[in-house]
């Protein structure tokens, strides 16, 4: 072992460039792997953090002549009709948490000290009903569940309390309400994990009488524990047979069967991985994706071992007199393979610590805002470990093929220099690049069309004016809206000011309503605003007429329905839609992207109400700002007019290219991290390129030198090398490109509206692939070709 140790550190020495490129390839492949693999391994349990997860299900529906896609909320009685329907559901939760999510779910709130001094804060908060604490597994540090008296009563994370009270215990603390609703803390909760649907977030009781015999109220999530997961099926077809609809929605309206109304029991781990489901608003993933970040992790490693392979490879010419020497003198052909596999696995390992240094350096970087999982060392031992294993594996594999090479020839082979150019060995070495090729290739195009696509989404027409619009939360305004509205408008740059109940295409749905319309439901999001908002936000009304101020003082709403709704349902200008608050249609306008690029346009309306019920639902100011103005300078005279309604509060406000990107960060954020591993995908890539052209050119160097002195020009020597790589590089341009196309398109799915297959992408990722191979190329061989031919033929 000693005496393979020290030819180990012997060989380093002489080719410290090779020790150096394979160190540094493996050890950004390892990392590169190893940060992939937290990725996915925080997606992939997600939400098995509770007890008995896998017991845990929601209730969905479908309303296919209704509604295009299936959906996660449902009117209250609705869920607890269900909870009470079978002995095998052991526990029923009911959440407000998806309509919080709407409008941030943030509520203001203040805390007194001894002294009497107010401390405010805003939270996330959720109205939940008793079991919630039944079907998910609440750690409580301090207080209990025990003694729950709704609504007075509210629970707390632990971190919130810490910032809260700081050490101080913070049961029984006092937080009151914007509104003066004294809460009591009844206890303090242990903080899940990023990864599960379960929030962070204060919890208190849903009102009792809220929506309890509303059926026409979708605003609620359900969830189930059971008995046992194999009971799931005979919970629904109980339901579904002995449930009567009719007694609830009348004759005709809903029937339970697959084409009229749908119940569905989805899994608890299931619902991350749902991404075309509406009012679904709990943190997704695309299977999809991951498939498509685990095919690149493998694609690194594989790069990364072809590399090594070649390398060790390349350093035959260099190494196969002294092997050969070692066997002549009598040691085993059996004892140099396995020192040569030994120096395989060293560098892996050599390179596996390297890469574990380079994990903690990404963890301290502005990147690692790209990875969802914990990138600490203790959050991921069976990632880490597991690591180890591949590059052990990797190690192992790639140190047999060249052990077995270097000794296969026989001396007189060796001693004519003739072994490096075999048929065979040339075979392999073409075909191990090619791997790197159509790897590079695809990653490209596929970095490409993500990029597009994120553009896409930003930048098309959303069938409003969107430019020099200013978004602010106003929830914790205090004061007129008149006044709010003077304020604003002292700033000249400011155009106009509106207000809506949510902030315009910044989720991927919103309020579902469903209503009576000549005998028949209608279903449709609704979203509430200011008789202004029509004309400040630019929209093209199509029939009827716009919004008046006199609209806010009738006593029944009015509508204007979008295109989509008019055409689904066969609506008619000044009809009447029934319901509570219902009222008559008075226009029409084209339909506009209100939520995200991933749903299809559905049918919504603008509704305007009284006076007092929009600007109690005003959860957002639309300013609007005139061509040329100074946006930062605005931004500050709002937010200065904001804090003189309230100091205390903390107003959100954004321009509204920040709306979209946040509404579309998540796709970024993959595309981002799925084109930084491409990157240093292709960057080992092109190492490993760089090592065959070295071996190449060091192997036809008496070639070369020959052809010199026969006449051949230096750049007739580059051709003809460049012209041997851009073969290989063109078929493995024909296998990529479908390959890549079909990806793509898979993932383009996720997206009811899409950025187009451009031809152009693929061209590009063949140019670029083709310059940096032409650059590799002939950096290396322009050094060759301009050595003096008499040393390279008599070498």
Same mark, same amino acid.
């Given at each position: 072992?000693?005496?393979?140790?020290?030819?180990?550190?012997?060989?380093?020495?002489?080719?410290?460039?090779?020790?150096?490129?394979?160190?540094?390839?493996?050890?950004?492949?390892?990392?590169?792997?190893?940060?992939?693999?937290?990725?996915?391994?925080?997606?992939?349990?997600?939400?098995?953090?509770?007890?008995?997860?896998?017991?845990?299900?929601?209730?969905?529906?479908?309303?296919?002549?209704?509604?295009?896609?299936?959906?996660?909320?449902?009117?209250?009685?609705?869920?607890?009709?269900?909870?009470?329907?079978?002995?095998?559901?052991?526990?029923?939760?009911?959440?407000?948490?998806?309509?919080?999510?709407?409008?941030?779910?943030?509520?203001?709130?203040?805390?007194?000290?001894?002294?009497?001094?107010?401390?405010?804060?805003?939270?996330?908060?959720?109205?939940?009903?008793?079991?919630?604490?039944?079907?998910?597994?609440?750690?409580?540090?301090?207080?209990?569940?025990?003694?729950?008296?709704?609504?007075?009563?509210?629970?707390?994370?632990?971190?919130?309390?810490?910032?809260?009270?700081?050490?101080?215990?913070?049961?029984?603390?006092?937080?009151?309400?914007?509104?003066?609703?004294?809460?009591?803390?009844?206890?303090?909760?242990?903080?899940?994990?990023?990864?599960?649907?379960?929030?962070?977030?204060?919890?208190?009781?849903?009102?009792?009488?809220?929506?309890?015999?509303?059926?026409?109220?979708?605003?609620?999530?359900?969830?189930?524990?059971?008995?046992?997961?194999?009971?799931?099926?005979?919970?629904?077809?109980?339901?579904?047979?002995?449930?009567?609809?009719?007694?609830?929605?009348?004759?005709?309206?809903?029937?339970?069967?697959?084409?009229?109304?749908?119940?569905?029991?989805?899994?608890?781990?299931?619902?991350?991985?749902?991404?075309?489901?509406?009012?679904?608003?709990?943190?997704?993933?695309?299977?999809?994706?991951?498939?498509?970040?685990?095919?690149?992790?493998?694609?690194?490693?594989?790069?990364?071992?072809?590399?090594?392979?070649?390398?060790?490879?390349?350093?035959?010419?260099?190494?196969?007199?002294?092997?050969?020497?070692?066997?002549?003198?009598?040691?085993?052909?059996?004892?140099?393979?396995?020192?040569?596999?030994?120096?395989?696995?060293?560098?892996?390992?050599?390179?596996?610590?390297?890469?574990?240094?380079?994990?903690?350096?990404?963890?301290?970087?502005?990147?690692?805002?790209?990875?969802?999982?914990?990138?600490?060392?203790?959050?991921?031992?069976?990632?880490?470990?597991?690591?180890?294993?591949?590059?052990?594996?990797?190690?192992?594999?790639?140190?047999?093929?060249?052990?077995?090479?270097?000794?296969?020839?026989?001396?007189?082979?060796?001693?004519?220099?003739?072994?490096?150019?075999?048929?065979?060995? !040339? *075979?392999?070495?073409?075909? =191990?690049?090619? %791997?790197?090729?159509?790897?590079?290739?695809?990653? #490209? /195009? $596929?970095?490409?069309?993500?990029?597009?696509?994120?553009?896409?989404?930003?930048?098309?027409?959303?069938?409003?004016?969107?430019?020099?619009?200013?978004?602010?939360?106003?929830?914790?305004?205090?004061?007129?809206?008149?006044?709010?509205?003077?304020?604003?408008?002292?700033?000249?740059?400011?155009?106009?000011?509106?207000?809506?109940?949510?902030?315009?295409?910044?989720?991927?749905?919103?309020?579902?309503?469903?209503?009576?319309?000549?005998?028949?439901?209608?279903?449709?999001?609704?979203?509430?605003?200011?008789?202004?908002?029509?004309?400040?936000?630019?929209?093209?009304?199509?029939?009827?007429?716009?919004?008046?101020?006199?609209?806010?003082?009738?006593?029944?709403?009015?509508?204007?329905?979008?295109?989509?709704?008019? !055409? *689904?349902?066969?609506?008619? =200008?000044?009809? %009447?839609?029934?319901?509570?608050?219902?009222?008559? #249609? /008075? $226009?029409?306008?084209?339909?506009?992207?209100?939520?995200?690029?991933?749903?299809?346009?559905?049918?919504?309306?603008?509704?305007?109400?009284?006076?007092?019920?929009?600007?109690?639902?005003?959860?957002?100011?639309?300013?609007?700002?005139?061509?040329?103005?100074?946006?930062?300078?605005?931004?500050?005279?709002?937010?200065?007019?904001?804090?003189?309604?309230?100091?205390?509060?903390?107003?959100?406000?954004?321009?509204?290219?920040?709306?979209?990107?946040?509404?579309?960060?998540?796709?970024?954020?993959?595309?981002?991290?799925?084109?930084?591993?491409?990157?240093?995908?292709?960057?080992?890539?092109?190492?490993?390129?760089?090592?065959?052209?070295?071996?190449?050119?060091?192997?036809?160097?008496?070639?070369?030198?020959?052809? !010199?002195?026969?006449?051949?020009?230096?750049?007739? %020597?580059?051709?003809?090398?460049?012209?041997?790589?851009?073969?290989?590089?063109?078929?493995?341009?024909?296998?990529?490109?479908?390959?890549?196309?079909?990806?793509?398109?898979?993932?383009?799915?996720?997206?009811?509206?899409?950025?187009?297959?451009?031809?152009?992408?693929?061209?590009?990722?063949?140019?670029?692939?083709?310059?940096?191979?032409?650059?590799?190329?002939?950096?290396?061989?322009?050094?060759?070709?301009?050595?003096?031919?008499?040393?390279?033929?008599?070498?």
């Amino acid at each position: 072992m000693k005496a393979i140790i020290r030819n180990l550190i012997s060989v380093a020495r002489r080719f410290q460039l090779a020790a150096y490129l394979n160190i540094l390839g493996l050890s950004v492949a390892f990392a590169a792997f190893m940060v992939i693999m937290i990725q996915l391994d925080y997606d992939y349990s997600f939400d098995k953090c509770h007890e008995d997860y896998d017991k845990i299900f929601r209730v969905e529906l479908e309303l296919p002549e209704l509604f295009n896609t299936r959906f996660p909320i449902m009117p209250r009685p609705f869920a607890e009709q269900i909870f009470e329907s079978s002995p095998h559901i052991v526990a029923g939760a009911i959440s407000t948490q998806s309509m919080s999510s709407l409008t941030g779910g943030e509520r203001r709130f203040h805390v007194e000290n001894d002294d009497g001094a107010r401390h405010y804060f805003k939270e996330k908060m959720v109205n939940v009903s008793p079991g919630f604490f039944d079907v998910f597994s609440f750690d409580f540090v301090d207080g209990s569940i025990d003694d729950y008296i709704p609504p007075e009563n509210v629970f707390m994370p632990l971190t919130m309390a810490r910032k809260i009270f700081g050490n101080e215990t913070a049961v029984d603390r006092q937080i009151v309400l914007g509104d003066g609703t004294n809460l009591t803390v009844l206890g303090v909760y242990r903080d899940f994990p990023k990864n599960t649907i379960v929030e962070n977030c204060l919890y208190f009781a849903l009102p009792p009488d809220e929506n309890r015999n509303n059926w026409g109220r979708y605003l609620y999530n359900a969830f189930i524990r059971v008995n046992d997961a194999s009971n799931v099926p005979l919970i629904k077809d109980n339901f579904v047979q002995n449930f009567d609809l009719t007694q609830f929605y009348g004759e005709g309206v809903f029937s339970f069967d697959e084409s009229h109304f749908a119940m569905y029991l989805t899994p608890l781990t299931d619902i991350h991985f749902s991404p075309d489901m509406q009012y679904d608003f709990s943190p997704k993933a695309s299977r999809q994706t991951l498939m498509i970040l685990f095919a690149i992790a493998v694609v690194i490693i594989s790069i990364a071992a072809i590399n090594f392979t070649n390398f060790s490879t390349a350093l035959t010419p260099m190494r196969i007199k002294s092997i050969n020497t070692q066997h002549v003198l009598g040691l085993r052909r059996s004892k140099i393979r396995f020192a040569l596999v030994f120096e395989a696995v060293v560098v892996c390992f050599v390179s596996y610590i390297v890469a574990l240094l380079l994990v903690d350096l990404f963890k301290n970087t502005p990147l690692s805002r790209l990875v969802d999982g914990d990138l600490a060392y203790a959050a991921n031992l069976s990632v880490f470990i597991g690591t180890a294993l591949v590059a052990l594996l990797v190690g192992i594999l790639a140190g047999v093929y060249p052990s077995r090479y270097m000794t296969s020839f026989e001396p007189a082979f060796v001693l004519k220099g003739s072994f490096a150019l075999s048929p065979k060995g !040339k *075979q392999l070495r073409n075909s =191990l690049i090619g %791997i790197q090729y159509v790897a590079s290739f695809a990653l #490209i /195009i $596929g970095a490409s069309f993500m990029f597009l696509q994120n553009r896409f989404m930003q930048n098309s027409n959303l069938g409003y004016n969107k430019d020099g619009l200013i978004v602010a939360d106003i929830r914790g305004i205090q004061g007129s809206r008149d006044a709010f509205d003077n304020q604003i408008k002292e700033f000249s740059g400011v155009n106009d000011v509106t207000y809506g109940n949510f902030s315009l295409s910044s989720s991927d749905t919103y309020e579902l309503s469903s209503r009576p319309y000549r005998g028949e439901q209608i279903m449709f999001q609704v979203l509430p605003v200011h008789h202004s908002f029509i004309k400040v936000m630019g929209i093209e009304i199509t029939e009827g007429r716009d919004f008046r101020q006199e609209d806010e003082n009738i006593r029944q709403s009015v509508f204007i329905f979008n295109e989509s709704a008019r !055409k *689904q349902y066969g609506l008619e =200008l000044n009809t %009447i839609v029934e319901g509570g608050d219902g009222g008559e #249609i /008075i $226009g029409f306008m084209n339909d506009i992207n209100f939520a995200s690029f991933r749903m299809a346009v559905e049918p919504m309306a603008f509704f305007v109400m009284g006076n007092d019920y929009v600007w109690g639902r005003a959860n957002f100011a639309y300013i609007k700002l005139n061509k040329g103005t100074n946006m930062r300078a605005a931004m500050s005279h709002i937010n200065s007019t904001l804090a003189k309604f309230d100091a205390n509060y903390t107003f959100e406000v954004r321009f509204f290219d920040e709306v979209l990107q946040r509404l579309y960060e998540k796709e970024r954020t993959i595309s981002s991290l799925i084109s930084l591993f491409s990157i240093l995908a292709i960057f080992i890539s092109i190492v490993g390129v760089f090592g065959l052209v070295v071996f190449d050119s060091e192997c036809r160097r008496k070639e070369i030198g020959i052809r !010199k002195v026969l006449g051949a020009s230096v750049m007739s %020597i580059i051709l003809m090398f460049n012209k041997a790589y851009f073969k290989i590089m063109i078929i493995c341009f024909a296998i990529a490109a479908p390959l890549a196309w079909y990806a793509v398109t898979r993932w383009l799915e996720n997206f009811a509206y899409k950025t187009p297959m451009h031809w152009w992408v693929y061209l590009l990722a063949l140019a670029v692939v083709g310059v940096i191979t032409a650059g590799t190329v002939t950096f290396q061989n322009w050094r060759v070709a301009n050595d003096d031919p008499v040393k390279s033929i008599m070498n």
